[in-house]
Nanobody
Framework: QVQLMESGGGLVQAGGSLRLDCAAS????????MDWYRQAPGKQRELVAH???????NYADSVKGRFTISRDNAQNTVYLQMNNLKPEDTAVYYC?????????????WGLGTQVTVSS
């Protein structure tokens, strides 16, 4: 069974940094996209950062210049380095991946990790 496990959330003061990790485990053939989403209370889940196995990167405008997504394909892991955090970054952060299982790509979500930024 394929699983995504996030780690690295926590409480930090505004201007601080955190790094989130997400590792995929289980039996699968390959991983295409590995993304980070977030959901703040009362708001819809939104894409924060996107990466493909080919190295394409995209960021939400609100995090450009502050957040960096990277991945280790050999370790099936994606990272999100978050610098200069702001109170509005407070949310539950979710890892998302498109993973080839058998002959088809399936979509998986992690359980989420809380990031809280105090002012």
């Amino acid at each position: 069974q394929v699983q995504l496990m996030e780690s690295g959330g926590g409480l930090v003061q505004a201007g601080g940094s955190l790094r989130l990790d997400c590792a995929a485990s289980g039996r699968f053939f390959s991983i295409n996209a590995m993304d980070w989403y977030r959901q703040a209370p009362g708001k819809q889940r939104e894409l924060v950062a996107h990466t493909t196995s080919g190295g394409r990167l995209n960021y939400a405008d609100s995090v450009k210049g502050r957040f960096t997504i990277s991945r280790d394909n050999a370790q099936n892991t994606v990272y999100l380095q978050m610098n200069n955090l702001k109170p509005e970054d407070t949310a539950v952060y979710y890892c998302y991946a498109e993973i080839q299982v058998g002959g088809t790509f399936k979509y998986y979500w992690g359980l989420g990790t809380q990031v809280t930024v105090s002012s």
